[in-house]
């Protein structure tokens, strides 16, 4: 089913670990230098768009999801390159399985970008 024929290529940003000068444990590391993984052929689907109330705040929040192949290496607290620039990955990548063949389609997130 993937890459779809007429698919976008996003591109999956991930901050490196690195270790903690206070604790030594590995710590996620600054978006300055993200590993990247391109994931071809996937679809991006318009969601929704909310301009929450705040007297002192005007932003916009606009959300889409991406379809692609099943299993992609996107995880909540990953960023997303795409069409309009960087969006914040929002929640868990779902696998669609169905239960009477094992069949697996694909995948599906959500991506996130707040402006204001």
Do not use: C
Request: charged fraction near 25%; glycine fraction near 10%; avoid cysteine.
């Amino acid at each position: 089913m993937f890459p779809l024929k007429n698919g976008e290529r996003v591109v999956r940003l991930r901050r490196k670990l690195v270790l903690d000068p206070y604790s030594q444990e590995a710590t996620l590391g600054s978006w300055d230098d993200p590993d990247e993984l391109p994931i071809d052929g996937g679809g991006i689907a318009p969601s929704s768009s909310t301009e929450p109330a705040n007297a002192n705040r005007q932003m916009v929040i606009t959300g889409m999801s991406i379809y692609g192949p099943p299993d992609m290496d996107v995880q909540a607290h990953d960023r997303i390159r795409a069409r309009t620039g960087v969006w914040d990955v929002k929640g868990d990548n779902a696998n669609w399985v169905n239960a009477f063949t094992g069949w697996r389609p694909g995948a599906e997130f959500r991506i996130e970008k707040v402006v204001g």
